[in-house]
């Protein structure tokens, strides 16, 4: 993740309108906060999503992934437009999810005593909703439930397949200010969206 929270300014959410994980990553988030998520081209910001980011007001966007997904040279138009940007990028659909996570629950302040996340695991219990990330209906559906209770959706690769994100968050618990315990796991949807293999995987890598 790069940049620091503004917590009392104007903030949506951009995200490649090409594909559909980091987007769908972003939903619970989204629904919490009140964000618009606005989509975007890979390579250039349209004129609808700027003129959109004005009418708004926006002064912080959040940027789900890497320049793959949208490029440096959308981060630069924004910028132009007097909007700081926090960019969220892992090296794959499940670690953009996992870092989004921490965004989330982290209650860290940086050295200028700007918050680096959202605090959710401060007021809420720390949970997370699992979701397969090679398909968008459970994830979109469970956005509600996860933005009512704080609750970040970390995604699996694909129904059969972990990846690295979901443990990597475990493993990170240390930095996010929370206590050494995932309080509940929600899985979003039935064994042929996430299979008992994959689920076992996920409690697994869950630190004891």
């Keep these: ?56 007001g926006i002064k912080q966007v959040i940027v789900m992934g890497g320049p793959i997904a949208i490029s440096d040279a959308v981060v630069l138009q924004v910028v132009a ?3 700081s940007v926090v960019r969220i990028a892992g090296t794959d659909l499940t670690d953009t999810a996992q870092l989004l996570a921490e965004f989330e629950l982290s209650s860290t302040v940086n050295g200028s005593g700007q918050a680096t996340g959202l605090g959710w695991a401060v007021s809420h219990a720390y949970g997370v909703n699992v979701a397969r990330g090679d398909f968008y209906a459970d994830a979109l559906a469970g956005s509600v439930v996860g933005g009512r209770t704080k609750t ?14 979901i443990p990597a968050l475990f493993n990170a618990e240390h930095a996010l200010a929370v206590p050494n315990q995932v309080d509940a796991v929600t899985v979003l949807g039935g064994p042929l969206a996430v299979t008992p293999a994959t689920l076992n995987a996920v409690l697994a890598s869950i630190p004891s």
Aim: proline share 7%; glycine share 6%; aromatic share 4%.
């Design 81 to 83: 437009l007097g909007v």
């Design 152 to 165: 970040p959706i970390v995604l699996t690769l694909n129904p059969s397949t972990l990846g690295t994100g």
């Design 1 to 56: 993740m790069t940049g620091s929270m503004q917590p009392r300014r104007r903030q949506c959410v951009r995200a490649t309108g090409q594909t559909f994980p980091d987007a769908m990553s972003a939903s619970a988030m989204s629904y919490a906060q009140k964000w618009p998520i606005l989509l975007t081209q890979q390579a250039a910001l349209s004129t609808q999503a700027s003129a959109a980011i004005v009418d708004l």
